[in-house]
């Protein structure tokens, strides 16, 4: 084996680690596509916003914690 072919077998790892890394990070912290909790946890409060999903068509209601900002979205 030359350097040349051990350098671009390097490049082609570290490109493929890099991808991999990609999805599993996007499948872990994008948290549009999970679930929700049938349970609102505790506190969030009730808002007037009332979403709808555009691919499901489903409606669903936002509560927010005033705290740290986040919001919580259960299906109605």
Sequence with gaps: MNIISILIGWQVLSVLFLVILGIISWMYFDKRYKKSETKVPSGYI??????????????ERVYYNPDTGDRFYKEE
């Design 46 to 59: 009730w808002t007037d916003e009332i979403s709808i999903d555009p691919t499901s068509g489903k409606r």
